[in-house]
């Protein structure tokens, strides 16, 4: 583990927006909200009652950001349950407004009849009414071509996918023990379990795992769960 940590302490780090939906803390929890807000800079909301977590995290990719922000937090919230990525999805008039523009520029460039020199416009995620609605990682990635983007990095469409299966994976082993992305207390008994790491497998064996030291690994043995790019 020494060697991997050491091999993304070299890497380039880059810094991601993520945005979880989660469990197990709201706006209601004012030691929650505050103890997030002074040590991460993250912020608890809710949205269409659905409790949401959003920071900055970096990471050598999206996979790794989202790992260390779990485990960041739970430092401070244990009892923090993390869902899933929430997929903010715009419509025209939340582009027009994250971009300045008017709807009507932003209709004509999703129908190609500006900037058609460009990529196409991406194609909708669906439909909400009979108004349609992107990701918006797909956008903000085709306005980084006119210099209209957020400026921020956004997990891709791909890492979101896997991000959610860490998510997953991570629930179902705290059904059996303490949480597998990190925690405030360490594991209790001896057993293996998958680390998810950047873009490699580990198995992690018998040591026990707390946010302040990483677990001695053997890496490369079995590829249970390859979640990186």
Same mark, same amino acid.
Request: proline share 5%.
């Given at each position: 583990? +020494? #060697? ?17 939906? $989660?469990? /197990? ?7 929650? %909200?505050?103890?997030? +807000? ?11 009652? $659905? ?19 779990? %485990? ?6 244990? #009892? ?26 932003? @209709? ?18 669906? @439909? %909400? ?46 059904? #059996? /023990?303490?949480?597998?992305?990190? /925690? ?5 008994? %001896? ?16 040591? +026990? ?6 677990? @001695? @690994?053997?890496?490369?043995? $079995? ?7």
């Amino acid at each position: 583990m +020494a #060697e991997a940590s050491h091999r993304r302490t070299e890497e380039s780090l880059v810094q991601y927006e993520l945005c979880f939906v $989660v469990a /197990g803390a709201n706006v209601s929890d004012d030691a929650a %909200v505050s103890v997030l +807000a002074d040590q991460l800079d993250a912020i608890l909301s809710r949205a269409a009652g $659905v409790e949401l977590l959003t920071l900055l995290s970096e990471g050598t990719n999206a996979i790794d950001a989202a790992r260390h922000a779990v %485990v960041s937090c739970r430092v401070h919230v244990p #009892e923090l349950i993390f869902l899933r990525l929430d997929r903010d999805l715009v419509g025209i008039p939340e582009i027009a407004e994250r971009t300045g523009r008017s709807r009507q520029n932003v @209709t004509q460039w999703v129908t190609g009849k500006r900037h058609n020199d460009l990529t196409p416009f991406p194609a909708p995620e669906g @439909t %909400v009414g009979r108004a349609r609605v992107w990701l918006w990682t797909e956008v903000n990635a085709w306005l980084r071509q006119l210099e209209l983007d957020d400026g921020v990095a956004h997990p891709s469409r791909d890492d979101m996918t896997d991000i959610d299966y860490m998510l997953r994976h991570d629930r179902l082993r705290t059904l #059996e /023990g303490p949480p597998l992305l990190g /925690g405030a207390w360490p594991y209790s008994q %001896v057993r293996d379990s998958v680390l998810c790491w950047g873009d490699q497998a580990s198995i992690v064996v018998g040591k +026990a795992l707390t946010p302040q030291s990483e677990p @001695t @690994t053997t890496t490369g043995a $079995v590829d249970l769960l390859r979640v990186g790019r």
